[in-house]
């Protein structure tokens, strides 16, 4: 069960803190409540647990495992991991999955080559690992979708709509708002993915850094575990 016991030497985290981390394992699937009130790691959680990384970017390389995506999966898994080289080149991701393909010489070459050896670690890592049965997953086989479709195992709370045509401003599955830009990169579609964001606390927006676009058409396949629908009464007084 994940709680805390009275013994533990090192005192327990903030009880938002803590609660936040539940709710983020529990939309990673990773985790939920059983029946007696305590949270318990699902099957895909202690497997994610096993690997030596953020649980977000453990679940995405579990799910590309079982859908044969190892590669790009661990590409973008470590783009993340390292510091963005290239903040000006606006926030497509596909981006800098293209920078890092190319020839290592050059500029951005020390990025390049820890991003290549991070990936080739996680591929170790990830092949040496017993992955649970139950977890049965396919990808797009369209590169772009299935970058799209992988960031979306990791941020589901961070999947973007834009809350008009063209719009910079979009609504995230959380919540928040987030300005995205660079529109002429990731496409004029609806729906993104948000990597990485950053804002200021007190501030109603975030922004967006890295980005993907997102196809709407996997929400009826790859990613329609991450769709629930609401029956909502309003009261019309008129």
């Known amino acids: 069960p994940l709680s805390w016991s009275p013994q533990q030497r090192h005192r327990p985290p903030p009880r938002a803190a803590w609660e936040q981390a539940l709710q983020l394992l529990a939309g990673l699937q990773a985790a939920s409540m059983s029946g007696d009130g305590r949270w318990r790691l699902a099957p895909l959680g202690v497997a994610m647990a096993a690997l030596p990384m953020h649980p977000r ?57 820890r991003v290549r050896q991070a990936a080739r670690q996680y591929r170790r890592v990830l092949g040496q690992q017993k992955l649970p049965a139950a977890v049965q997953w396919s990808a797009p086989r369209d590169e772009e979708e299935a970058i799209g479709c992988l960031l979306a195992l990791a941020y589901p709370d961070r999947i973007a709509l ?63 575990d991450l769709v629930t629908t609401d029956a909502v009464a309003l009261w019309d007084e008129g």
């Open 57 to 113: 970017l453990a679940r995405m390389l579990i799910c590309a495992h079982a859908a044969g995506r190892d590669a790009l999966a661990c590409e973008l898994a470590a783009v993340l991991s390292e510091r963005d080289p290239m903040p000006g080149a606006g926030v497509d991701l596909a981006s800098r999955l293209l920078a890092l393909r190319q020839d290592a010489a050059g500029a951005h070459g020390g990025w390049r080559h």
């Open 162 to 224: 834009r809350r008009q045509p063209g719009s910079d401003s979009c609504q995230l599955a959380s919540g928040r708002e987030v300005l995205v830009t660079d529109h002429g990169a990731l496409g004029s579609g609806a729906w993104l993915v948000v990597a990485d964001l950053g804002g200021r606390a007190g501030q109603a927006q975030d922004r967006a850094y890295l980005a993907a676009p997102l196809a709407p058409r996997l929400f009826e396949s790859e990613l329609a």
